[in-house]
Each structure stands twice: as structure tokens, then as C-alpha cells.
């Protein structure tokens, strides 16, 4: 099975599943998905005597928004916990896993985001003269996100079963 560990992976085959109640098939699908960044804080500090540098400490780290786009459904599980939360103000954080897939569907990297909730939602405008889609556009705020690796998590398991056998 090819992992994707020998060209760098494709970006148009992705999964983006929240952990709602009720969902249909329609809610993993998405057009783009951007803002999968994370920033370090730094606090600089000067040692006495030394005027060549500061040191660089990191404090903690930043992640941006997510933001989410594909064409308007009229029903969606996603867009419902949206609008719970922007018409009656009732936020309740979910679960997020977004994957990069391979030609097989065979998840090669994931991010799990951990608490997300919608902060904006936007559907783009209509247009007679033009024939195109309408377009959702959802914003998550979010806590945090962990990396899951399917290579590295094998890497792990076999250690950790090799450990356990002690080879």
C-alpha cells in the first residue's frame, strides 16, 4: 500500500468530518478548506552583558481559523449546528477531523481539531448574469489541533509491540 511517502500528496482529495448527530454524506464535502496554521509566541529576552542576540523563549502557540467552503445544500447537519448557534446563541463545541486522502481514500495525514465552533457564516452572493454555485463559506474557531500521521502511528505500534514482545 502506498502511504504517499514518495511524491509530495495531491491537495483536492480531502475528508472533512465533524462529530454531529445527525449528519448525511453531504456534510464531509467540501470545496477548500484553508487555515490550518499554527504560530509559535515568542518573549525575547536580553542577557546582560551579551549585545549580540536576545533570546527567543516560546510561550505557547496561536492557531488561526479554519475556513470551509463548498456549495449550498438545503439541509445539512453542519449548517444546522450553525445556525443553533448564531440564531439562538447555543455554541456547543465539536470534534473535527479533516484528512488528506490518497487515489485509494486511504487517509496520508489528519488534522484533528479539538472544540471547534462556527464564528461566521457566509453564503456568497447571487448573480442573474453569471451560471455558477452558490457558495457557503464556514469560519471555526477552535482550541487546538493534533497532527495524526498513518506512517508515523505505524512506526509507533510496531515499537511499542516490539517493546512489548522484547525484541
Not at 5 to 30: C, K, M, N, S, W
Not at 87 to 110: A, R, Y
Request: glycine residues 6%.
Amino acid at each position: 500500500m502506498d502511504l504517499g511517502l514518495t511524491y509530495p500528496a495531491p491537495g483536492f482529495h480531502f475528508l472533512v468530518a465533524f462529530e454531529l448527530f445527525p449528519q448525511r454524506d453531504i456534510d464531509v464535502r467540501f470545496q477548500e478548506v484553508s487555515g490550518l496554521t499554527v504560530n509559535v509566541q515568542t518573549e525575547e529576552i536580553r542577557e546582560g552583558g551579551e549585545n549580540r542576540f536576545t533570546h527567543k523563549l516560546p510561550i505557547r502557540t496561536n492557531y488561526s481559523d479554519i475556513v470551509l467552503k463548498r456549495g449550498l445544500f438545503t439541509f445539512s447537519g453542519v449548517i444546522e449546528w450553525c445556525r443553533d448557534a448564531v440564531e439562538n446563541f447555543n455554541f456547543k463545541p465539536t470534534n473535527v477531523l479533516i484528512s488528506l486522502m490518497n487515489d485509494s481514500h486511504v487517509p496520508l495525514n489528519s488534522w484533528y481539531v479539538v472544540n471547534a465552533i462556527p464564528i461566521k457564516w457566509e453564503v456568497s452572493s447571487f448573480n442573474a448574469e453569471q451560471s455558477s454555485a452558490v457558495i457557503e463559506t464556514l469560519t471555526l474557531s477552535y482550541r487546538y489541533y493534533k497532527v495524526i500521521n498513518p506512517a508515523s502511528l505505524i512506526s509507533d505500534l510496531s515499537g511499542a509491540v516490539g517493546g512489548a514482545l522484547g525484541i
